[in-house]
């Protein structure tokens, strides 16, 4: 006998109104008083349409919860319980995917010693004295031709310089910005550049390179200087946070033309986001600030441990409430962490893959080596390819299988799996040796941040719409 | 689709798709090309029993064809051929516990 039966989808209340986020479609619904009724009803177990209906008719007219229940299945909100769920299958892109972005590491030098760098800590990969220190103009000409050689049909391409400390390899920025620029002209597309810095090499030539070339600029940044200072060191033991102010200070005051945002690497040791954010956005003047967890493996010091996660949770919660307040405003709020969800939520993504790594995004490390993302450059076994000799087809159809959804059995069941996709790779190969791992020591996190994006995506929806029309191009 | 409210871009995209399930055909062929169609019914999965079996009876099926009276109730191009079980006869079925077994009970109905 048929029977009627919840789909798979997270229900959330955003403004005193209900919605559900289909997985894995991520379409986002509102229901209305029968809707949301009708899935009420099915929450303890599978009905009869003609059973599900008796029961709900004395609140609603027959018709409409026929109408419903239609809807409702149209939508894969619900499911006749004997047809199968299809089973999700890997399989690689239909289309090769151009690439779009590529990160050069330019060195692999630093001037800091950060505690828990995942470069040089305790945690690295990457044997970086088996390496050039710095790219030379050669591998970076190389590593440019081979960003438009793989652009394919992409009108743009985003070129991202890191490092180590980008900036120690100054004279090379200059020349593979040049000749990008350069290369764009002739091929008739465009060239995006951005870099990621510490800011402690930041002066003032620098800065006018960075004006004039309209250069986007990510600041590697702690907070105050309190937390600042506890891992961002020189290999003294110095902090750096008096060496960093006054060059943030006066990028900020003359780089207006681009957003300059500011990175935060959480700690067990720095976990008061409130605060940091409070320093950056409105004391330094960021104009967004994102926070990311550090990447380690679970027994470090540094490590956030579970009640840590708690703490973070409730933070960005508070911070996503005032994002959400600012919205309402119409006024920017530069939490940036919410509004990347948002936008994500905004075009309904469902990711096979959890980042454009080794797909539109590659990263090449300082002898032209190219792996999966910047994180990765320079190990060999991530490599795919190199500037020169360009991507290994077969590797790289190898590590999408490999790390496809479809082939992460602990995510089948996991409603935020859209969105998610089993997390970064380099958290997972850090904590569990392996890139292909779902990365299940923060999953109960990820599920109520994503509930929380959700809430404030439902509600803009609703009180404002014109916000999210700026994720619509 | 009165009951749901797409919100973001894919529920959109969900909704046009389900909206153009059904086409008058009074109203000529649609203008507009339609994206791929996945009609929901009997022929969205591989759903046997309306078939015949290889000798072109039905005793080989590997379900019993009396089933496809409930496969049909909901989703399916048969309204006109059951009962309707949500206003008229909701006990329709109700002496009909397994198809296969108590098809015999199901009586016919007089509107």
């Not at chain 1, 050069?104 to 010693?113: D, E, F």
């Not at chain 2, 008058?24 to 791929?36: D, I, K």
Request: hydrophobic share 35%; glycine share 8%.
């Amino acid at each position: 006998m048929t029977l009627l039966r919840r789909g798979e989808y997270h229900a959330f209340d955003a403004d005193g109104a209900p919605y559900v986020y289909l997985v894995p479609s991520a379409g986002v619904f509102r229901l209305d008083d029968t809707s949301a009724a009708v899935l009420d009803a099915l929450g303890e177990q599978d009905l009869e349409p003609s059973e599900l209906v008796r029961g709900l008719s004395d609140r609603f007219p027959v018709a409409d919860l026929r109408a419903t229940v239609e809807d409702l299945l149209n939508v894969r909100a619900l499911r006749l319980v004997d047809r199968p769920v299809e089973a999700p299958v890997a399989s690689p892109p239909r289309k090769r995917i151009p690439l779009t972005t590529l990160v050069m590491n330019v060195t692999s030098k630093c001037n800091l010693a950060c505690t828990y760098c995942y470069e040089y800590g305790e945690d690295k990969i990457v044997e970086a004295s088996r390496k050039p220190r710095f790219m030379n103009e050669e591998t970076a000409r190389q590593s440019v031709d081979f960003m438009f050689a793989e652009s394919g049909e992409s009108p743009m391409v985003h070129l991202t310089f890191f490092g180590g400390e980008t900036l120690l390899n100054f004279k090379v920025l200059k020349s593979a910005l040049a000749y990008a620029k350069e290369r764009a002209v002739t091929l008739g597309k465009t060239v995006d550049t951005s870099l990621t810095t510490n800011a402690t090499l930041l002066r003032e030539e620098i800065i006018d390179w960075i004006v004039e070339n309209d250069v986007g600029v990510t600041v590697s940044m702690d907070g105050g200087r309190e937390q600042q200072d506890k891992f961002r060191i020189f290999s003294n033991g110095m902090g750096s946070y008096d060496v960093v102010l006054p060059n943030i200070r006066m990028l900020l005051e003359r780089h207006r033309r681009r957003p300059v945002g500011a990175r935060v690497t959480l700690t067990k040791q720095n976990l008061d986001v409130e605060s940091i954010y409070r320093h950056l956005r409105d004391e330094l003047g960021f104009w967004e600030v994102g926070f990311a967890p550090v990447t380690t493996s679970w027994q470090r010091d540094y490590a956030i441990q579970e009640d840590g996660f708690e703490a973070m949770l409730g933070q960005f919660q508070r911070l996503a409430d005032e994002f959400l307040q600012y919205a309402l405003a119409g006024k920017h709020h530069g939490f940036s962490n919410v509004r990347d969800t948002l936008e994500e939520i905004h075009k309904g993504m469902s990711k096979a893959y959890p980042c454009g790594a080794g797909l539109g995004l590659m990263g090449v490390a300082t002898d032209g080596d190219v792996a999966l993302c910047h994180r990765f450059a320079g190990s060999d076994s991530h490599k795919i390819g190199s500037v020169t000799g360009g991507v290994d087809r077969g590797k790289q159809e190898d590590f999408l299988m490999k790390h496809h959804i479809a082939n992460k059995t602990d995510c089948s069941t996991c409603w935020a799996r859209p969105l998610c996709a089993g997390g970064c790779y380099h958290e997972a190969h850090t904590r569990y040796g392996a890139s292909e791992r779902p990365n299940l020591h923060y999953c109960e996190w990820i599920r109520r941040w994503t509930d929380t994006c959700l809430q404030v995506y439902g509600t803009l929806a609703e009180r404002r719409p014109e916000y999210l029309a700026q994720f619509d191009g | 689709m009165r009951h749901l409210t797409p919100i973001n871009k894919k529920a959109r995209h969900i909704a046009e798709t389900t909206e153009q399930d059904v086409v008058a055909l009074q109203g000529g062929p649609l203008t507009t090309p339609s994206g791929p169609h996945i009609p929901l019914g009997c022929t969205f999965v591989f759903s046997p029993g309306w078939e015949t079996d290889a000798s072109g009876g039905t005793a080989g099926l590997c379900q019993p064809v009396e089933r496809d009276l409930f496969d049909c109730h909901i989703t399916c191009f048969w309204p006109a051929h059951v009962p309707d079980l949500y206003n008229y006869a909701p006990d329709w079925t109700g002496k009909c516990a397994s198809a296969q077994k108590d098809w015999r009970k199901i009586d016919l109905i007089f509107p």
